[in-house]
């Protein structure tokens, strides 16, 4: 993670999406902020671009706003000058940038960096921002290849790198290439986008860009990638970063089975796995197995409790001989002893389900 030869950069960080994907853990908490390997989600992002020379980094705010500055303040703490923009009503990815730069300080040259607040990626940014300087680009997108494009929008470039199109999802796309979320601006070209309307930059700016001709490049890499947007994908990219398959400046502790913060307590007769973070306050039990798992504050999984692939909110609790594998149990809500919780169900907060509610397996 190198900063050489990079001027002192600014950011945009888009954070103002409402997270239903991932409900009911965004109900209260907006995705961004969620524990992710024992830190806010954006701890990470915020760390991984500072150790690439940006310094100054725009939040463009919209769902729960007013919960991102208690949690990072004016990012001294982390050696970054931190601003907020709230966009009173969600005026899409381009609305939101351009309102959020009116708290620039670049230049009409100047390259600004603009970041997507749910995703992970390994990614080289220093090489995207030369690359854009290099190349006197209008806007730089790093692309990334994934295995499955007909899932995602894709992104084909000519042999220049220069983007010639965005395609809508298609079961025949013409490349493995997808947009991965981080772009390079050029200052000026940021400035063009209309105030106080709802633009989207996929549909509309970048279109538009390369229809006039203007040089939009495309950064492709094979690095490590994720849109953490699932409930899956959140427990997947938590377990990475406490594996150490992808490096964070951010990591609260050393890389491993699983990552207790202070304060937590793992009964030593617990068999705790599979890059598993346990917050401060949990608590895993004597004779409990949890693998790969999210536990939130103050969540508990009692003795003989078998969690697996989940995410357990702010104070849930798994009794004792329950199973929960790939779910999501909401803040406060209470799995009663016996209950089996399987493929994808979600608990919402506060609820409590009584002893042997909900099997998928017949009694034994």
Not at 68 to 91: C, I, W
Not at 135 to 152: K, S
Not at 175 to 195: H, K, L, M, Q, W
Not at 220 to 231: E, K, M
């Amino acid at each position: 993670m190198e900063s050489s030869s990079l001027p002192d950069l600014e950011a945009i960080l888009l954070v103002g999406g409402r997270g239903t994907r991932l409900h009911p853990l965004t109900l209260g908490t907006p995705k961004p902020l969620l524990p992710t390997a024992g830190v806010p989600f954006l701890a990470h992002q915020l760390a991984r671009a500072r150790a690439f020379g940006v310094r100054r980094i725009v939040f463009a705010t919209s769902y729960k706003a007013a919960m991102f500055e208690p949690v990072f303040g004016d990012g001294s703490a982390l050696g970054l000058s931190l601003e907020y923009m709230t966009e009173e009503t969600p005026l899409g990815t381009g609305g939101a940038i351009r309102n959020a730069a009116q708290a620039l300080g670049s230049g009409p040259s100047d390259p600004v960096l603009v970041l997507n607040g749910d995703i992970l990626s390994g990614h080289d940014i220093g090489e995207q921002v030369r690359l854009h300087l290099a190349r006197q680009a209008a806007v730089t997108l790093h692309l990334t290849e994934v295995e499955d494009p007909a899932r995602f929008g894709c992104v084909p470039t000519d042999d220049e790198g220069r983007v010639t199109a965005f395609l809508e999802k298609t079961p025949n796309p013409v490349t493995n290439r997808i947009n991965a979320g981080c772009y390079v601006f050029t200052r000026s070209v940021i400035d063009e986008i209309p105030r106080d309307e709802v633009v989207s930059v996929e549909r509309e700016t970048f279109p538009a860009l390369i229809e006039s001709g203007r040089p939009v490049l495309g950064y492709a890499t094979r690095t490590y990638w994720l849109d953490v947007g699932t409930p899956a994908a959140f427990v997947q990219g938590s377990r990475d970063l406490v594996l150490g398959r992808l490096e964070s400046p951010a990591m609260p502790g050393a890389t491993g089975e699983f990552l207790a913060l202070p304060g937590s307590s793992v009964s030593p007769e617990a068999k705790v796995q599979g890059g598993t973070s346990v917050c401060e306050g949990a608590v895993v039990g004597a004779g409990a197995t949890v693998t790969g798992s999210v536990l939130c504050e103050e969540s508990v999984v009692e003795p003989g409790a078998v969690v697996t692939d989940s995410v357990l909110g702010r104070g849930a609790r798994v009794r004792g001989g329950a199973v929960v594998r790939d779910a999501v149990i909401g803040d406060g809500a209470v799995v009663g002893p016996g209950n089996e919780l399987l493929a994808g169900v979600r608990v919402w907060p506060g609820v409590e389900l009584p002893e042997r509610a909900i099997r998928y397996s017949s009694d034994e």
